[in-house]
């Protein structure tokens, strides 16, 4: 593969507020627009000896056209009294470059984002569980009691996860003190992968989503208060050199029950898929040791080598099973 530098750009729309004291104040709506092209080594792909598009549909396709959507459907009613501002991010695959760049550059003064709304992979809502994951519900003072106050008066499910920082654009803000809304309907074994295409979208639930998020947006846009950011979580990544191991899975990041990591999927032929682990399976101890949450499995999976048999328990539906994974 042979490397290039070039330059890529944010795309950005802005609608007026039409409140004279609130008009300064802003509601940003979020999606990357990049991908991973035709994949290869170091593109991220997770077929990289497949030279071969990679369409990334639900990845990030439905975020950009429920951001578009979004967008359409404001300009209509123009009746928000903060501005709103409309993001295509680019450069996301390689480091959240857009988004970064769009924080640091004061287009938008960010102390004045009132909240950023970030969606990234919402194309494939699950038809028989219909289930929403919303990240970020803690980063502002009673800002979870807000959400659940106007998803619950939809037809979908939901999971809540507090922490501000994940992997998708919305980090960028967080970081900056500005709170977040990240929404995702959850991993499969595409990601990431030629097999991305449009055919596997969910274009129904595509359309509740886009409905349920302008509720949020809209709400945010013009209610009286300012929304008071808190801390939720860190605001850096972990280390990824500390690992010697993977044990080959998607976690759930929003997974928000009392213990354990939430796995979301398990990916073909590594440790994890050919120790019998399933989607949906909830880690709650590794060697005897205790998983309470993702960071706590990151701390676990640092203490492994290559070649190590570990005992891995997990709650499936309502049973403990343990099983034995070798990396």
């Known amino acids: 593969m042979k490397h290039k530098t070039v330059q890529t750009q944010n795309i950005v729309g802005v609608l007026p507020g039409i409140d004279e004291q609130l008009k300064n104040e802003y509601v940003v709506m979020g999606a990357h627009y990049d991908h991973l092209g035709f994949g290869g080594e170091h593109s991220g792909s997770r077929r990289p000896d497949h030279y071969e598009i990679h369409n990334g549909a639900d990845d990030n396709a439905s975020g950009v056209s429920i951001m578009m959507e979004l967008a359409e459907l404001f300009s ?35 102390d004045n984002i009132q909240i950023m709304l970030n969606m990234d992979m919402v194309g494939r809502l699950d038809r028989k569980e219909n289930k929403i994951s919303i990240g970020g519900t803690h980063t502002a003072v009673s800002l979870e009691s807000e959400i659940e106050n106007i998803v619950s008066k939809t037809s979908l499910k939901y999971s809540f996860s507090p922490e501000g920082y994940g992997p998708s654009d919305h980090s960028s803000f967080y970081v900056n003190d500005t709170p977040v809304l990240f929404f995702f309907t959850g991993a499969h074994n595409d990601y990431h992968t030629p097999d991305d295409d449009a055919e596997k979208i969910n274009y129904k639930g595509m359309k509740v989503l886009s409905q ?30 500390r690992f010697k191991v993977t044990l080959g899975i998607m976690p759930d990041y929003t997974y928000s029950a009392t213990r354990g990591l939430r796995i979301d999927a398990v990916l073909k032929n590594k440790p994890a898929s050919i120790a019998g682990l399933e989607d949906g399976d909830i880690i709650i101890k590794m060697n005897g040791n205790s998983v309470d949450d993702i960071y706590e499995y990151m701390h676990r999976l640092s203490e ?7 005992k891995v328990k997990v709650v499936r539906g309502k049973e403990e099973k343990t099983v034995i994974v070798k990396f």
């Open 76 to 110: 209509h009613n123009n009746s928000n009294k903060r501005t709103l501002v409309f993001v295509g991010f680019g450069a996301e695959e390689m480091g959240l470059l857009g988004s970064k760049h769009f924080v640091k550059s004061g287009i938008v003064e960010n």
């Open 212 to 241: 349920l998020i302008y509720s949020i947006a809209d709400y945010f846009s013009n209610m009286d208060e300012r929304l008071v950011f808190q801390e939720a979580g860190p605001k850096k990544q972990e280390e990824r050199q």
């Open 304 to 310: 492994f080598n290559p070649g190590d048999e570990v």
